[in-house]
């Protein structure tokens, strides 16, 4: 007759474990949110959702460190336009995301980006520009630096990039234990 082996799953338990905790310290050092804007924290999970529903309704691919800058500008562009008739609501971005296609409600931070998209391209149009309505917004505009952008209260996760304090928007960030080769 010959053994029996048995299997025993305990030894392994630790070294998964570990492995684990070694995956997890990929993700960025001290941040497991995807990106803080304005000291609202949306998860990683959020960042890809938004840039999936965006890329749903856009004719080409959106790629998340151009939805986490849209989304980064959009508190200050919204102040900007708050109490104008040109303001937009959430409401009415959730409304223009089904009409192109989108299935499902968006996520906040989808709303945030489309928002910010539809404050530059009123700030690209002339005609509207010229509105009397919208003198302080021109004012402000033309204080505007690149330095001000860049200081906002925009916090990215290593993994997607990190917030320009030039005003460049997202940045890519190589991890430190990847060695650049030498020339």
Known sequence: MGSVKRAYSLPLAAPTAALVVVVAGCTGVGMTEGVVIDGTAYSVQEVQEATEQLSEVSPEPVDTA?????????????????????????????SSLADAGLEGEPGDLTVQAVSSQRYLALINDQATMSDEELAPVVAELQTLTQEDL???????????????PAGDGVLPQVPEWIVQPES
């Open 66 to 94: 151009t939805v986490i800058y849209q989304a980064g500008i959009a508190p200050l562009l919204s102040g900007w336009f708050e109490g104008t008739s040109y303001e937009v609501t959430d409401s009415e971005v959730s």
């Open 150 to 164: 860049g200081a906002l209260p925009v916090e990215v996760n290593p993994r997607f990039g990190s917030w320009s």
